[in-house]
């Protein structure tokens, strides 16, 4: 959609991150995915009188971990309070979230644009938060509630009102995923709700200094879905100024199914939340060493990561990319790296290029014809780089690897195995290939006489006969060898 040019929109994200912690925030019950309705609930969670809630230390971890990550300023005392709202999926009548004194402040997290420049996208703060429970409306007449997400630990990112395109919008997603699963904070899983994303959105006149009046935009459960919408949005927008009209605030809901946003019923929106300090919950105190701890345990980010592929490996920028886009590619390829027969004279660059082709063609084509994770193929790290050592030692052919591949991906098998069992070894033995390369020759007089007379495209069509007459398996250097001496000398 090709928004109006006159005008600049201005984005904010809230993104909403579900943590990995294996205990809710502040009592001992499972946070697991998909369990039984109101199985997962204990008396503190659902909030009855003379409980008390007791802080999951791990989420204080996992957001000084993303904070420390996008270079946020961490308050050493940052403190919980009650948002209150009465819904039928929050039996306590408030969620307990933090409010005026957040936990991280201040960062930022840098975006790859189009045009190859970087961009840097302020983050305001991350706080941390508990997750409310779920109404399931679309069972029978009857509004169904379940409350096991109650209590589920959560970290609230809100960025800076920097975002100017929905494009960049969609880029600020793509790399928050990548640092929360990097960091092993969130599975990153939008479908299922462990990340959500609600958008601020005004436009102003292009030059303008002012911010024009914004409006919330909710509900949108993909990426794609959050462009979609703040196209939608910004335009209608635009559309409205541009006919004399004037942007109202108020919260949208995105309808994907209809492609438009339309504003929530009045009563749903929450207008005052009368947040106070949860007189429940002691300050987070967090000292200089928890800090350090955490700094010193943070892995290799997606971006050092990406420059380290480029640099010292000497792979192209394309090839970083990608490898680096998800975490499980890249431990993929590092472990096919490392588990490499060496081979004599090989430069570290020259084997990374090796494994990099493999796995961004055959290894991540399967993946994504099977929909599986990476660790639960059956074609392993290191069962590829044997593979690529098989090729390299000249006991088969690069194409006939391809075939071992497939044979890997469905039965777990060992590639050298695979190449015993079904007689794949290369044939490199001259004087077997010279016979066969005359028997092509003579099979074909007239492709030979075209050749001589300087059609030399036929070549490979000569090569082809050869291999489809050695079932693939010769030595494609020895053939092309033979087959120029051979073709030479008919020439002649
Ligand atoms: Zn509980």
């Not at 579900?18 to 499972?30: D, H, I, P, V």
């Not at 793509?174 to 601020?200: H, K, P, W």
Request: proline share 5%; glycine share 8%; net charge negative.
């Amino acid at each position: 959609m090709k928004l109006n040019e006159a005008y600049e929109p201005v984005i904010g994200l809230e993104v909403h991150a579900q943590m990995l912690t294996a205990t809710k925030a502040f009592c001992g019950c499972s946070t697991t995915f998909g369990g039984d309705p109101n199985t997962n609930v204990c008396p503190v969670c659902l909030g009855m009188p003379g409980t008390l809630p007791v802080l999951n230390r791990r989420l204080v971890d996992f957001a000084l971990r993303l904070g420390i990550a996008t270079g946020c300023t961490i308050a050493p005392r940052s403190i919980f309070a009650r948002k209150n709202y009465f819904y039928p999926d929050l039996p306590k009548g408030y969620q307990i979230s933090q409010f005026e004194e957040p936990i991280c402040t201040n960062g930022f997290l840098e975006i790859d644009c189009d045009d190859g420049g970087r961009k840097r996208i302020g983050i305001t703060r991350i706080h941390m938060e508990e997750d409310a429970g779920k109404s399931i409306h679309d069972q029978s007449a009857d509004t169904l509630v379940d409350v096991n997400r109650c209590g589920v630990p959560l970290i609230e990112i809100v960025s800076e009102p920097d975002i100017r395109s929905p494009r960049e919008a969609y880029l600020y997603l793509v790399r928050m995923r990548q640092f929360v699963t990097y960091l092993g904070i969130c599975d990153g899983n939008m479908e299922e709700g462990s990340l959500r994303c609600d958008a601020n959105v005004s436009v102003r006149r292009k030059g303008a200094a002012a911010f024009g009046t914004k409006t919330e935009v909710k509900n949108m459960n993909s990426f794609r879905n959050v462009e979609r919408a703040l196209e939608f949005e910004i335009n209608r927008q635009i559309r409205l100024i541009e006919d004399g009209g004037r942007v109202v605030q108020e919260t949208l809901l995105w309808d994907a199914a209809m492609n438009a946003a339309y504003p929530m019923r009045s009563k749903e929106e929450a207008h005052d939340y009368r947040y106070f300090p949860d007189p429940d919950l002691v300050p987070v105190l967090v000292d200089e060493p928890w800090v350090a701890g955490v700094r010193s345990s943070l892995v290799e980010l997606p971006g050092a990561r990406r420059d380290r592929y480029a640099g010292e490996l000497g792979l192209p920028r394309y090839d970083a990319d990608v490898l680096t886009a998800e975490k499980e590619i890249a431990d993929y390829f590092e472990e096919a790296l490392a588990a490499l027969p060496p081979q004599a004279g090989a430069a570290v660059q020259e084997n990374a290029k090796a494994v990099s082709n493999w796995v961004m063609t055959e290894v991540l084509r399967v993946q994504g014809e099977k929909k599986v994770a990476l660790k639960e193929l059956p074609a392993t790290p290191a069962r590829l780089a044997a593979l690529i050592g098989l090729i390299r030692g000249g006991t088969i052919s690069g194409k006939i690897a391809k075939d071992v591949f497939a044979v890997m991906v469905e039965s777990g098998e060992e590639p050298g195995a695979i190449v015993r069992a079904r007689g794949l070894t290369q044939v490199s033995d001259a004087p077997a290939i010279e016979r066969v390369v005359e028997e092509v020759l003579d099979a074909n007089p007239a492709q030979v006489a075209k050749y001589a007379g300087g059609s030399e495209k036929l070549f490979g069509f000569f090569v082809g006969e050869t291999m489809k007459r050695m079932g693939g398996k010769a030595n494609p250097a020895v053939v092309n060898q033979i087959l120029q001496r051979k073709l030479g000398e008919r020439k002649g």
